[in-house]
Nanobody, 122 residues
Framework: VQLQASGGGLVQAGGSLRLSCAAS????????MGWFRQAPGKEREFVGA???????YYGDSVKGRFTVSRDNAKDTLYLQMNSLTPEDTAVYYC?????????????????WGQGTQVTVSS
């Protein structure tokens, strides 16, 4: 499975960004897809995920601000990020696992994109 993340950049606090993750190499719609992030000196953190059946889950720090969605026709995962704060600054990774159900741990995901940097200025 190949995953290609894009859409990161520099944004002011309060702004929005939308990340995309294009997938290839496996039937996209069957499997759970997730977003994680990692800031310097910190562990990789669960951001949000969508199951193969379309159920979404979010980390506590992003609930109400971020939205995960998938377009199975385009084999693409999205992360809409609103009301960004400097604490959201990190490298964001998309990932997938060979199960329909979501898992909140990075170790449960077998395939990863290359990461895209999101920087939020105050």
């Amino acid at each position: 499975v190949q995953l290609q993340a894009s859409g990161g950049g520099l944004v002011q606090a309060g702004g929005s960004l939308r990340l995309s993750c294009a997938a290839s190499g496996r039937i996209f719609s069957y499997y759970a897809m997730g977003w994680f992030r990692q800031a310097p000196g910190k562990e990789r953190e669960f951001v949000g995920a969508v199951s193969g059946t379309g159920n979404t889950y979010y980390g506590d720090s992003v609930k109400g601000r971020f939205t995960v969605s998938r377009d199975n026709a385009k084999d693409t995962l999205y992360l809409q990020m609103n009301s960004l704060t400097p604490e959201d600054t990190a490298v964001y990774y998309c990932a997938t696992r060979a199960y329909s159900g979501v898992n909140f741990y990075a170790s449960a995901y077998s395939d990863w994109g290359q990461g895209t940097q999101v920087t939020v200025s105050s």
